[in-house]
């Protein structure tokens, strides 16, 4: 079975501009989480969807925002990108009506922003 | 809110010997769930092991087990035999369930600890 995938794993980008990274979950799974994680700090909250809904989310403005699709894929779009978004960021999937399900994570994508 | 708090930023201890990382947490919730996860440098994010705060009993994964205090609201992860490939950053987790029919909710990350084995 395959795991959780994102895609890109690296890119780089210029102050600015504008990214979306994508992610399918396993199967069979319908909530999607987003994760940010730079470099020597811990994994911050910053996206929760389920089916197709946004149910959650952290504290980050307003130019971080995501959608789910009919098939529970899920992008994550960052726009006017600054330096300090430069990080690793993780989606990760969990079954849908299962209490305490574990949250799996897929590899990441690294965003560098020059 | 919910905090978690892992007071080791670094820990390093001998091959096959035996290490305990410390996690606390805050919370006025009764149910919840706790996990600790290992990111390896491939970044790639593992669970290592998950406990159900309404269990009384400790979980265990092979060499991975941990303590978990509810009254304390401790839960430490005990490796024992550690292995090279042990070397990671280990993060503990908080989840509480949103409502009965709705069960998950997001992870709240600790800041992790950084551990290595060293041969």
């Known amino acids: 079975e395959a795991g959780v995938t994102q895609s890109p794993t690296h890119l780089i980008k210029t102050r600015g501009q504008q990214v979306t990274l994508r992610c399918s979950p396993i199967?069979?799974?319908?909530?999607v989480y987003w994760y940010q994680q730079a470099l020597g700090l811990g994994l911050q909250f910053l996206l929760w969807?389920?089916?197709?809904?946004?149910?959650n989310r952290g504290n980050f403005p307003p130019r971080f925002s995501g959608r789910q699709f009919p098939n529970y894929s899920s992008e994550l779009n960052v726009n006017a990108l600054e330096l300090e978004d430069s990080a690793l960021y993780l989606c990760?999937?969990?079954?849908?009506?299962?209490?305490?399900?574990?949250?799996?994570f897929g590899e990441g994508s690294w965003l560098t922003v020059v | 809110a919910q905090t978690v708090t892992q007071s080791q930023p670094e820990m390093s201890v001998q091959e096959a010997e035996t290490v305990t990382l410390s996690c606390t947490y805050d919370?006025?919730?009764?149910?919840?769930?706790l996990f600790w996860y290992k990111q390896p440098p491939s970044r790639q994010m593992i669970l290592v092991i998950r406990?159900?705060?309404?269990?009384?009993q400790n979980a265990t994964e092979n060499r991975f087990s941990v303590n978990f205090q509810k009254a304390a609201k401790s839960f430490s992860l005990k490796i024992s035999d550690s292995q090279l490939g042990d070397t990671a950053m280990y993060f503990c987790?908080?989840?509480?369930?949103?409502?009965?029919?709705?069960?998950?909710?997001?992870?709240?990350f600790g800041t992790g600890t950084r551990l290595t084995i060293i041969p």
């Open positions: 990760a999937s969990s079954s849908d009506r299962v209490p305490g399900n574990t949250i799996y």
């Open positions: 199967s069979g799974h319908t909530s």
């Open positions: 969807y389920d089916e197709g809904e946004e149910r």
């Open positions: 919370t006025s919730e009764n149910n919840y769930y």
């Open positions: 406990q159900e705060a309404y269990k009384q």
């Open positions: 987790a908080f989840m509480k369930p949103s409502s009965p029919t709705f069960g998950n909710e997001k992870l709240t």
